[in-house]
């Protein structure tokens, strides 16, 4: 069993920064992708950004530019970089790592982008 724990939400003004992390509680378990996936209110939860463990990436088209991931394979941790954040963006940010089939999700940590 893994568990992962998020940090970094909050509240930003538009065009603010925030970083978030996400760290899995066994750092000796092979992780394959971790990531970032968000909830807005009524919507469904969505893909972020994506990191494999040799390093490949993807985004969302919405935070391409914006949003840098970068991962730390030796103690498993994830990072999501947001830069020039939008009212847009506001939304429950979950970390998500995948082993094999198995998939293990974090709390969530809210990030809220005022206008």
């Known amino acids: 069993q893994v568990q992962l724990e998020e940090s970094g939400g909050g509240l930003v003004q538009a065009g603010g920064s925030l970083r978030l992390s996400c760290a899995a509680s066994?750092?000796?378990?092979?992780?394959?992708?971790m990531g970032w996936y968000r909830q807005a209110s009524g919507n469904h939860r969505e893909l972020v950004a994506r990191?494999?463990?040799?390093?490949?990436?993807n985004y969302a088209d919405s935070v391409k530019g914006r949003f840098t991931i970068s991962r730390d394979t030796a103690k498993n941790t994830v990072f999501l970089d947001m830069n020039s954040l939008e009212p847009e963006d506001t939304a429950v940010y979950y970390c998500?790592?995948?082993?094999?089939?198995?998939?293990?999700w974090g709390q969530g940590t809210q990030v809220t982008v005022s206008s």
């Open positions: 066994r750092s000796t378990v092979r992780i394959d992708d």
């Open positions: 998500r790592a995948r082993n094999g089939a198995y998939l293990y």
């Open positions: 990191v494999s463990s040799g390093g490949s990436t």
